[in-house]
């Protein structure tokens, strides 16, 4: 496998899942934040839903005494001369004292008034100022002190050392601001342009890479003429996935499964999303394909979220989405929520483009080995993804319902060989993820 180099950290990217406050509201039921005063004094915020999640008029952060500033699409917060928080409109990136974070959502604009994300005020805050916020989901209650006590707040550990480290790497500071730099750069980490651009990470943290074995337990998957089981491959290879990964000592490997049992398809996506937690990660699920009506298809291909386009996409995802029917309760909750389906394809899409990145050194690894054909990177709407807010795949190894090709995939041979391509192609991914050492000449 091939070992890539690693710098000082310059940025924490971090992605953390929101409060799961989704539905429709109308304006008299509309949900409401409430916030507890130093005084024990209690004021409520209205929360809106109108964009999918729940965000709060900025409005709400000046209330709890800090300055806001609106440039353009550029916003700054800071408090007590002790902080400084840029954020920019429509971009779910912003710096904390020059610490690169992410929420899962953007900040937006709706008429007159800016929105920000409640997260920011129920994760972020309690989070990096554990001495003056706490949150309670329960009670969906902020306990706010007196931002004037920021001077005496605990930060939290780990933040405080990736801020020191940050500003340690970052290059001497002329007098623009942080939100002009901001505005100047329109820097996007996510885009085409900053994924194909991308220099050698300078991330020297841990990652986390969660390997998917699809299917499992009730649901085994496509099935070969000879009686070779989907779950069975997708585990063979994960496992030896997971062998191949684990000498790499900055990486963490979680497990969705170790043996044949059955996990929600839904449930796979938010088991990564929190096992990744604040720390950059990404989400492989293993998978073989079938297509009994063409059974001279076969080749191997490797997906990421997005629109289906064509009617082959289209039909490898409802194969993918399959398992979801098989449970009636966990159906019916999933036609109760298209819209949160849909919603959480849209937040991922922030992930899309590194996604996409990924799925190509998996079909450039595989391709190595695999007698192919090499059917290419593809997308789809994929349930077992959606949840999964980091960059994601799923990986198609080969067709079961073509003869030649399942019995390939029955061979040790076969799952040692993808496993070690996987690896490499994650190696490889990784080398330039998370962004941190700038793109086109930029330092983010």
Known sequence: MKMFERNAVAAVVATVLGLGLTGHADAQSRPVLAVERGDGSTTEVSVSLDRGFAAVELGAVADLGWVVDEDGSVLTL???????????????????????????????????????????????????????????????????????????????????????????????????????????????????????????????????VVIDAGHGGADPGSLSPDGLLEKDIALAVALRLRDELQGEDDLEIVMIREDDTFVEIWDRGLIATRAKGERPGIFVSIHANSFPARRAARGFETYFLSDARTEHERRVSA??????????????????????????????????????????????????????????????????????????????????????????????????????????????????????????????
């Open 78 to 208: 800071s408090a007590a001369d002790e902080i400084r928080i840029a954020m920019r409109v429509g971009s779910p990136f912003f710096r904390w004292d020059g610490v690169v974070l992410q929420m899962t959502d953007a900040p937006y604009r709706a008429g007159r008034e800016t929105y920000v994300p409640l997260q920011f005020l129920s994760d972020f805050l309690p989070r990096r100022l554990p001495g003056l916020y706490d949150f309670s989901d329960e009670d969906v209650l902020l306990r706010a002190g007196d931002v004037a006590l920021l001077g005496g707040a605990d930060v939290d550990s780990a933040d405080a050392e990736s801020a020191t480290d940050a500003e340690e790497d970052r290059p001497a500071a002329d007098d623009t601001s942080e939100a002009e730099t901001a505005a100047d750069s329109g820097f996007d980490e996510n885009s085409a342009e900053a994924v194909q651009l991308a220099r050698p990470s300078t991330y020297d943290g841990t990652r986390v």
């Open 319 to 444: 194969i993918e989405n399959a398992p979801i029917s098989r449970n009636p309760a966990a159906n019916e909750a999933a036609q109760g929520e298209d819209l949160d389906f849909i919603l959480r394809d849209l937040r991922n899409y922030d992930h899309a483009h590194w996604s996409e990145n990924l799925a190509g050194f998996v079909q450039e690894e595989l391709d190595d080995f695999h007698p192919g054909p090499n059917r290419g990177v593809k997308q789809g709407v994929l349930a077992v993804l959606t949840n999964a807010l980091m960059p994601s795949v799923l990986i198609e190894l080969g067709y079961l319902s073509n003869q030649a090709e399942a019995e390939l995939m029955a061979q040790s041979s076969f799952y040692d060989d993808s496993a070690e391509a996987i690896a490499e192609a994650v190696l490889r991914f990784f080398e330039r993820y998370p962004p941190g050492s700038g793109v086109g000449g930029r330092t983010p």
